[in-house]
């Protein structure tokens, strides 16, 4: 058969399922197109359609080679894979949270008209080395009537939680850890865990302040959980599937673009589940001394660290996979290891903007916090969720383009909307602050404390 039916039977194999399209799961399309083709082997690079411009999937081709040349069973192959590529993705997104540490530090420090690490190697890039060895050699302490087992598996829970997520999140056309056709269900699962987590910390450590750090994370992560699903229900919409990779493709116009206001939701609702600021009230230290991990250190602090600033990470992943287009970019489909760049560049440019955001705003009340929530975001999440459902039903047969265009009409009418409600409610606040009280008039109080003091005088020299 000549090399074009080889690569018409691919494209056959890579749309009868999408996990052939995963590295890990190279394997089995290679035994289907043994099956279509009748050919017993391939050699290394040889299999249709695949050449180094894809090298992740050359390198699972070639291990796979390798395993099957050694003789080992189709089973024990698949599961040394899979094992490979979850490690390699562990390893690689540690990595990366260890860099972000060195980036949050120099980023915060130019906000703060400072110089931040620039001892420890070039430009301080070395120090986070050292912080991560500081930890490991720190005392590790149980504090006395501790939950032991809680305790001690509480930061690995937190880190792991967030680690999880990413075996859902595609990094190219051909890269996909587990391609499920529920991922949006998938995320939103595990990355409760987390939560978990934080309450395992706080009850386990025999502390009040650890235990008032768990109580807020009750009040307050669950409570933004509920506009953040809704939000992602409405890429889900526009996609019509709740696979990661299935919204990521139907992006030839990012979501953002006919979608701001779920965006908007996401975001700051995403913000307010990792607890930074200004929704930092689960470690308050001014309120609750370091709230739910106050009684850890070591390494184990670092594990809670290392998890949220991968949480933030993650989070700047998932908003560019949902609405920024994920691995989309020019030139791709020609050579699909761009899509590591393009997403991880996407997701740099949002984790900025929550670094941003967390050193330009104070703490904010968390009565307020939990009024900002119910009052204001799940509403407006229900309402952008409603209107983004209807319209997707009445636009089923318009074009792209129209399609596009109404919902970014729609959108920026709602945002009009909210504009002047705020407006309306901020103005009758003003006038409240603005009303004149009643104020004591100065005479009348020194006549009435001198009549009360004159009084107290005459009855007391009465009575003496």
């Not at 598996?153 to 999140?169: E, N, R």
């Not at 230290?285 to 850890?296: D, L, N, R, W």
């Not at 440019?349 to 799940?378: A, C, E, G, Q």
């Amino acid at each position: 058969m000549p090399w074009n039916g080889h690569r018409e039977i691919t494209l056959q194999v890579n749309k009868a399922d999408g996990n052939f399209s995963s590295a890990f799961c190279v394997l089995f399309r290679l035994n289907a197109l043994r099956k279509f083709t009748g050919k017993k082997e391939y050699r290394t690079g040889e299999v249709p359609g695949e050449n180094m411009t894809d090298p992740i999937t050359w390198i699972a081709n070639w291990l796979e080679t390798i395993l099957e040349g050694i003789g080992l069973p189709v089973g024990i192959m698949v599961l040394i894979l899979t094992v490979l590529g979850v490690l390699i993705v562990v390893i690689f997104v540690l990595a990366i949270d260890i860099f972000l540490v060195w980036m949050e530090r120099k980023v915060v420090a130019r906000f703060q008209d400072r110089l931040g690490p620039n001892r420890v190697g070039p430009y301080g890039l070395i120090q986070p080395i050292a912080d991560v060895i500081k930890l490991i050699i720190k005392e590790d302490t149980t504090p006395k009537g501790a939950d032991v087992l809680i305790y001690n598996i509480a930061p690995v829970i937190a880190l792991a939680s967030v680690l999880i997520i990413w075996a859902v999140i595609p990094f190219t056309p051909t890269l996909v850890g587990a391609e499920v056709n529920i991922g949006v269900l998938f995320i939103v699962a595990f990355g409760g865990i987390g939560t978990l987590a934080i309450i395992m910390a706080g009850w386990s450590s025999n502390n009040k302040y650890a235990l008032l750090g768990a109580f807020r994370t009750v009040a307050q992560v669950i409570s933004y959980e509920i506009p953040m699903v809704i939000a992602l229900l409405i890429p889900v919409i526009f996609a019509g599937t709740m696979s990661i990779q299935g919204i990521v493709n139907s992006q030839e116009l990012w979501n953002i673009v006919i979608a701001p206001v779920a965006a908007a939701i996401l975001l700051v609702s995403s913000i307010a589940e990792i607890g930074r600021t200004p929704f930092d009230l689960l470690e308050a230290e001014s309120e609750i001394v370091a709230g739910f991990h106050i009684e850890y250190s070591g390494m184990k602090f670092g594990l809670f660290y290392a998890g949220e600033l991968l949480h933030a990470l993650t989070i700047g992943a998932l908003f560019s996979t949902l609405f920024l287009g994920g691995w989309r970019g020019p030139f791709v489909e020609q050579i699909p290891v761009l899509g590591i760049f393009y997403l991880f560049g996407k997701a740099f440019l949002v984790y900025f903007l929550i670094m941003w955001i967390r050193y330009s705003l104070p703490r904010i009340r968390i009565d307020h916090m939990l009024n900002f929530n119910w009052k204001f975001l799940t509403p407006l999440a229900l309402i952008a969720l409603m209107v983004t459902a209807i319209l997707d039903k009445l636009l089923t047969d318009f074009s792209n383009i129209t399609y596009a265009v109404i919902m970014l009409v729609v959108n920026l009418v709602l945002i009009w909307a909210v504009i002047m409600v705020l407006r309306i409610y901020a103005s009758g606040e003003r006038k409240k602050v603005g009303e004149l009280k009643p104020t004591a008039n100065a005479d009348a109080v020194l006549s009435t404390f001198g009549k009360d003091v004159s009084s107290a005088q005459e009855t007391s020299g009465a009575s003496t």
